[in-house]
């Protein structure tokens, strides 16, 4: 079975890279026409730019012919679910890190890309250079949404011999840190800060307003209300339900305070 698919990823691979390829020999190609050779070698980085067209243009006519992802649990290597999870992943991986960084840098490269594997996201959703988004169909981001650096948001989630696939919500304005983790059927709603190296388990909601700080560890299920905070290096154990407005900290976690209301002045 493996075998097979290595050989499928492989003959794939020959319209996808070809694709690329001709793109930006096309931009050389013109480019030769009207100022020879070898200056044409200075359009380079334009066909660069092309190719990178290319390759967004072909993955995302490819993905639009595949059966969309369910959400649920299957059977690794067993049922259609998984298969369609894996046609998909197969097909992410045609744009491996170093070309995904420059596809990001470019605002309408990254819109075309994303939306084109199915995200939901709008021109003020920004994806860091080295974010990873997996399962890109499964996932949803607010306005003025700021993923960072090295960052996973993934739809999907290896439990032993079973694939959890679920989607994962992100709202308006939410602040994502560097090499946070993000498993799937998470909730996160507006106005949230989640600081770096901030790991979530599956299932997890995240409220309007709430804080999240440095390298938190939160398990299965965890809820935390409305504008609660949780301090750095917290962990909550799974299913731990954080009240509205209260501060959390510490492992195992507890409350530790609660969050002051702003003051809003009156004429």
């Known amino acids: 079975m493996i075998a097979l698919f290595d050989a499928l990823w492989l003959l794939i691979s ?7 390829a001709l793109t930006g020999g096309c931009v050389l190609w013109w480019a030769g026409r009207l100022l020879g050779w070898p200056w044409a ?24 012919l595949l059966p969309r992802e369910k959400p649920g649990t299957s059977k690794v290597f067993a049922d259609r679910d998984f298969f369609v999870f ?15 960084t420059h596809i990001q840098l470019l605002t309408f490269l990254r819109i075309a890309y994303f939306r084109g594997h199915g995200a939901s996201l709008s021109w ?35 439990r032993g011999d079973k694939m959890l696939i679920a989607p994962v919500e992100i709202g308006d304005r939410v602040n994502v840190g560097a090499h946070a983790n ?11 800060r989640i600081g770096p190296l901030v790991s979530m388990a599956p299932g997890c909601l995240i409220e309007d307003g709430a804080e999240l700080g440095p390298a938190c560890q939160l398990g299965m299920g ?35 305070g609660e969050v002051r209301r702003k003051r809003i002045a009156t004429v």
């Open 41 to 64: 070698l200075v359009a380079a980085p334009v066909a660069y730019v092309g190719f990178l067209i290319g390759l967004v243009a072909i993955t995302t006519v490819l993905s639009r």
């Open 124 to 158: 003020s959703t920004h994806i860091s250079p080295g974010a990873r988004i997996w399962s890109p169909a499964l996932c949803r981001f607010g306005h003025l949404c700021y993923i960072g650096e090295f960052a996973h948001v993934t739809g999907h989630l290896s």
């Open 14 to 20: 020959i319209p996808v890279y070809g694709t690329a």
């Open 222 to 256: 965890v809820h935390v209300g409305k504008n609660a905070k949780v301090e750095p290096r917290t962990f909550l154990d799974s299913w731990t339900r954080v009240p509205d407005g209260e501060i959390w900290a510490g492992d195992p976690a507890k409350k530790v």
């Open 86 to 100: 894996l046609m998909h992943w197969g097909l992410q991986s045609y744009v491996p890190p170093p070309l995904l």
């Open 182 to 192: 993000i498993s799937p059927g998470t909730t996160i709603g507006d106005d949230v």
